[in-house]
């Protein structure tokens, strides 16, 4: 498969595939690049310098918090953690992101084959 | 938090990333490069990562400022010309402001030094001053020693009810054991004055109400914390010096805490002495024990929680009932219907009371708005600059743009550039108004001492320049810098001969140079209707003759003088010596002579009923020789002699005003008439010209002249009428005046011509200033001018070339320039006349005898404007002839 054809993530989700990456226990930025990349099937595009700025930004709203350690393979690296904040935000999002899809795909109608 | 966060750990997570993904790319087979390679390349661009990293950081926008504060500062040095320029304009406009607003906080704005200013609240509203002693029947504005003892009793609502005589005395006495006498100011308080208002000691201790007692007993006087450092050289040592004022030594017991200066601003006393030495301090004009002698100020300060309503119900209440105390069981009907008005209304006290800041607080609120003018006209002038900078600097703009500034990016930077000017102009500019208000004081102050007011520049004076000057940042720098970088950067950048995207910058530039033009106007023609006005006032019949007259003031009260025959005798020899020593054509002594107040009572006169439209009468107790000091011509009847005695007739002289209104179509010689409340059986044996009493804008008011002779009393005025030089007289009167009693302390001689200059000096100052404000602003308005057209010009050098290439004269080009400037010019000269109409009309409801309308103040206002404006023009028009086609063909 080449990039081309992978989605390119809509506006916003980036925050909640961050959170719920997260949810599972402590990751660096490219341990979390890499798990979006495969839960997803490779079916995500993340651009890695676009990850950044987002785990910035959760960070300052003290949905994760993040510390300095060392990676599996003894490199350092700086590891995100879910907050009790970013667990609820995470909750919130996921519901909301539920039910726009399933709306939206109600007024798609019925999948059909081009 | 990001907050704390440095970029250098975010690149170290960064790079981190990249080594982490080559790590993952190499077990999966990659070569060690080719992974290092392709996880760059997955990640994207690092570089905008960081930036957008940065931009997000709550450093960015202050890291920006910072820079392009920088770089402003940078750009305003290179060019220097321009930017004193911005900075002198800016400084001279804030500075002016500043200066005026210095002088109002002192006088009308700021606070009092004392506790809790805001719990002050003063009985009446302090606009009378002296002694009466009427029952209240009024609004009620003084009262006596007994009432204040009364509403200290009785009021619920206070915390403190305190009180200080509405007169200071200008009194004399000698310091420690000195033998000169000197002036020194005294004021009367009650002796819980100090605590009521929260004023403590800095050297010693202050009054205390067990030092207000019993009348006579009290010789003790807290000095002024400034008395003290000029008087007493700051000793530390001051509690205990004794103080000899007419013949009684009072103890000095401490000194007041630094800057309070009583609760009169603009008067400044030397000494607080207890209300219980009134008759020693004053021996003219005394009453404690009288209860309806009313000449005190009272000043309470409310109780916590209370407020002023419900404290002036509770006064007014305790006030009736004191009334109808003092009106007694036998008052008439006419005397209880007269008391049923009295009335106190509270007015509250924080910034104190003062006579002077109902004297100027007019002048100084036109005077704002004068300076307020100034300052718009110098905003005008640097936005203009501005706007022809940004027109010069497009092509940088341009330039900055194509290579990725944004246009918000530039605003900021150009906002940045206008509040640096600003700044520097205002930080200028409060110190131009420094010296400035100094100045003002000094001009303000009409007698030899400047007012005691503190015009240094406090916290809400640099507040307030600051807010002027950010104003005036916004006004002048806004709508330049959104103009300025409004480029079209194709355009601008190939740009060299068109004229594109300049005709809208130059509409902006000349509406504002009318308004310029029109202000100014109405400014030039403002000063010209202050200026006739005072001219007027100046060369007003005051009916008498005020040159070659000194007044001279004898404080026999200091002296040790008491009310009695020997005064009496002395004040007749003194008037005999003076009027014998050569050069001298009379003298007699007045109660009032020109602009010290007066006198006024009703009068009572037979076959006359009075009516509310009767003038007012003003009374004058005079000596013999005074009517003929002053020149005041007797038309009817004969001038006092020195056989109106205490054994003959009382006698009178009124004024033709007088005669008019209380003997209509009768000779008034030989009728008599009474002072209501006073002296019954007064025999009208002259009738003297109509004067000026008591200002030069009076209108006319009824007066009456009667001889000391008849009714003796302290009078402090001699009024002299020499021939010849004053120097010498002034030796020769303090001769006299020793050889008669060499302890007579004689204080001032005083030219009346300078009385009658004085009375009138804060229009003076008014003129003066709004004359020197003019002449700013029309400087301001014509540089203006000469800029718009210069740079009209210069963006139409090619067109010149061309016309004149084509057959043009001169004299076509000059005019073509010319026909602009009267344009503007005619444009803002209407708006100015019909602006100067419209102020005019405000100015005349504010000052009496201003006609709006005066055509010479405007005719001449709108010829110097024309005059100045078609100069300023003219400069550059004539550049514009000089063009030499060839040259203005490849111009650019």
Excluded at chain 2, 482 to 506: C, F, M, P, Q, Y
Excluded at chain 2, 582 to 587: I, K, S, Y
Aim: proline share 5%; hydrophobic share 45%; aromatic share 8%.
């Amino acid at each position: 498969m080449s990039t081309q054809e992978r989605l390119e993530l809509l506006q916003g989700t980036l925050d909640l595939l961050i959170l719920r990456t997260l949810i599972f226990g402590p990751r660096h930025g490219q341990g979390i690049a890499r798990a979006i990349q495969e839960t997803s099937a490779d079916e995500l595009l993340v651009e890695h310098g676009a990850l950044y700025p987002a785990l910035q930004r959760l960070e300052s709203r003290q949905w994760i918090s993040a510390r300095w350690g060392v990676s599996d393979n003894n490199r350092r690296a700086r590891f995100y953690t879910l907050t009790r904040a970013g667990r609820q935000q995470l909750l919130n999002e996921t519901n909301k992101w539920r039910r726009l899809a399933a709306a939206i795909g109600r007024v798609l109608g019925p999948e059909t084959e081009a | 938090m990001s907050f704390g966060r440095k970029p250098a750990d975010f690149n170290a997570e960064i790079e981190s990333h990249i080594e982490l993904e080559a790590d993952r790319l190499r077990q999966q087979g990659m070569t060690a490069e080719a992974a290092r390679l392709a996880a760059r390349r997955a990640f994207g661009n690092v570089t905008a990562a960081e930036e957008r990293y940065y931009e997000s950081s709550r450093w960015a926008w202050f890291d920006g400022l910072l820079r392009n504060f920088v770089f402003g500062l940078r750009t305003l040095v290179k060019s220097p010309g321009f930017s004193a320029v911005t900075i002198l304009t800016l400084a001279l406009g804030i500075g002016a402001t500043t200066a005026i607003f210095s002088l109002m906080n002192a006088i009308l704005l700021r606070n009092l030094p004392v506790r809790q200013p805001s719990e002050l609240v003063l009985f009446g509203d302090g606009r009378a001053a002296g002694d009466t002693t009427a029952l209240p029947n009024d609004d009620w504005r003084l009262f006596s020693y007994d009432m204040l003892h009364q509403f200290q009793r009785r009021t619920r609502v206070f915390s403190d009810v305190a009180a200080v005589r509405s007169t200071p005395f200008g009194t004399h006495g000698s310091v420690a054991s000195g033998a000169q006498m000197e002036k020194i100011g005294v004021e009367l308080v009650s002796g819980n004055y100090f605590q009521a208002l929260g004023v403590n000691p800095a050297l010693g201790r202050v009054l205390n109400p067990s030092d207000d007692l019993a009348p006579g007993a009290h010789p003790v006087a807290v000095a002024s914390y400034s008395w003290w450092q000029r008087r007493l050289s700051r000793s530390p040592t001051a509690a205990g010096t004794k103080v000899n004022i007419a013949g009684t030594m009072y103890s000095i017991v401490g000194v007041a805490a630094p800057g309070f200066q009583g609760i009169s601003v603009g008067q400044a006393p030397d000494l607080w002495v207890p209300l219980a030495m009134e008759k020693q301090i004053s021996p003219g004009w005394t009453g404690l024990d009288n209860v309806l002698f009313q000449s005190l100020y009272i000043v309470a300060r409310l109780s916590p929680g209370v407020t002023l309503a419900q404290a002036g119900a509770n006064t007014n209440l305790v006030f009736e009932q004191i009334v109808h105390q003092y009106a007694g069981p036998k008052a008439t009907l006419k005397d209880l219907e007269q008391i049923s008005h009295a009335h106190i209304q509270l007015t509250s006290a924080a910034a104190g009371l003062s006579r002077l800041r109902r004297q100027v607080a007019t002048p100084l609120k036109i005077l704002m708005a004068v300076v307020v003018a100034v300052l718009l006209i110098a905003c005008a002038n640097v936005a203009n600059l501005l706007l022809a900078r940004a027109g010069v600097r497009r092509r940088e703009f341009a330039l900055r743009m194509s290579i990725g500034a944004t246009r918000s990016r530039l605003v900021r930077q150009l906002l940045v550039e206008s509040s640096l000017l600003g700044l520097a102009g205002g930080g200028l500019g409060v110190f131009l108004a420094w010296g400035a208000s100094t100045l003002l004081v000094l001009m303000v102050s009409a007698g030899p001492d400047p007012l005691p007011l503190n015009v240094a520049p406090d916290l809400s004076v640099l507040g307030f320049a600051l807010a002027v000057t950010m104003l005036t940042v916004i006004l002048f720098g806004t709508v330049p810098a959104l103009r300025g970088t409004r480029v079209d950067l194709s355009s601008s950048l190939k740009e060299s001969r068109g004229i594109a995207g300049t005709s809208a910058r130059n509409r902006l530039a000349r509406s504002l140079v009318v308004a310029q033009v029109a202000l100014s106007l109405t400014l030039v023609a403002g000063a010209g209707l202050f200026l006739r006005v005072l001219s007027n006032l100046e060369h007003i019949d005051t009916g008498f003759d005020r040159n070659h007259v000194l007044v001279v003031n004898v404080d026999a009260g200091s002296a040790g003088y008491q009310d009695d025959a020997r005064l009496h005798r002395t004040m007749l020899r003194l008037e005999d010596r003076v009027s014998a020593v050569p050069g001298v054509q009379a003298a007699g002594f007045a109660l009032t002579v020109f602009a010290q107040g007066g006198w006024g009572a009703d009068v009572t006169v037979p076959g006359h009923t009075a009516s509310d439209s009767d003038p007012d009468v003003d009374h004058n107790r005079v000596g013999v020789g005074y009517l003929r000091a002053m020149r005041m011509p007797i038309l009817l009847g004969r001038d006092f002699s020195s056989r109106d005695t205490l054994g003959s007739p009382d006698v009178a002289i009124i004024n033709e005003t007088f005669a008019r209104t209380f003997f209509p179509g009768i000779s008034p010689l030989g009728r008599t008439f009474s002072i209501a409340n006073g002296w019954p059986n007064l025999q009208v044996i002259g009738v003297v010209r109509d004067a000026k009493y008591i200002s030069l804008q009076e209108k006319p008011y009824a007066a009456a002249f009667y001889p000391y002779a008849q009714h003796p009393g302290f009078l402090e005025n001699l009024v002299v009428r020499y021939t010849g030089d004053p120097g010498p007289l002034v030796r020769r009167i303090r001769q006299a005046t020793a050889e008669i009693d060499p302890n007579l302390p004689i204080a001032d001689f005083m030219p009346l011509g300078q009385m009658v200059n004085a009375s009138v000096q804060s229009r003076r100052v008014v003129a003066k200033l709004c004359t020197l404000f003019a002449i700013l602003a029309v400087l301001l308005a014509s540089i203006g001018i000469y800029g718009v057209l210069s740079y009209a010009i210069s963006r139409r050098t090619n067109e010149f070339g061309i016309r004149m290439a084509l057959g043009a004269v001169r004299r076509d080009v000059l005019w073509m320039v010319l026909r602009d400037t009267l344009g503007l010019l005619a444009i803002g000269v209407v708006a100015g006349v019909a602006m100067a109409l419209a102020c005019g009309r405000f100015v005349e409801s504010l000052v009496y005898g201003v006609r709006p309308d005066d055509p010479v103040a405007i005719a001449i206002a709108v010829l110097l404007m024309t005059a100045v404006g078609l100069f300023a023009g003219w400069l550059p028009a004539r550049r514009a002839t000089r063009i030499d086609p060839m040259r203005a063909l490849r111009y650019e």
